[in-house]
């Protein structure tokens, strides 16, 4: 079992960047896919980045695709997402996931593939 600690949300203005951060608990990090996953009000929980275990295979969607950057320090057990271009639309709740898997290559990118989640953090980009 894994428990997942996102930081790093804040309110920025449009343009500016973030890094968010989450933490895993225990000595299996490497074994887990990692995602992030975003929340808007009256909206349903979308896709945003996914790395396999390795760090080596990453995915996005297509609406932060070259403005978000996904990471992972196997030896600190923590999960990055740099946010840069900010938009109104990016603002959320953000949260971390972990998928145990066996498959090095696998980038889980549907949110009942993972198996743990953070409680979230806020980000909010205003104009």
């Known amino acids: 079992q894994v428990q997942l600690v996102e930081s790093g949300g804040g309110l920025v203005q449009v343009g500016d960047s973030l890094r968010l951060s989450c933490a895993a608990s225990g000595r299996t990090f490497s074994r887990y896919a990692m995602g992030w996953f975003r929340q808007a009000p009256g909206k349903e929980r979308e896709f945003v980045a996914a790395?396999?275990?390795?760090?080596?295979?990453?995915y996005y969607a297509d609406s932060v695709k070259g403005r978000f950057t996904i990471s992972r320090d196997n030896t600190k057990n923590t999960v990055y997402l740099q946010m840069n271009s900010l938009k109104p639309e990016d603002t959320a709740v953000y949260y971390c996931a972990a998928r145990s898997t066996v498959l090095i290559v696998s980038v889980p990118t549907s949110s009942s593939e993972y198996n743990y989640w953070g409680q979230g953090t806020q980000v909010t980009v205003s104009s």
């Open positions: 790395i396999s275990r390795s760090g080596d295979i990453t």
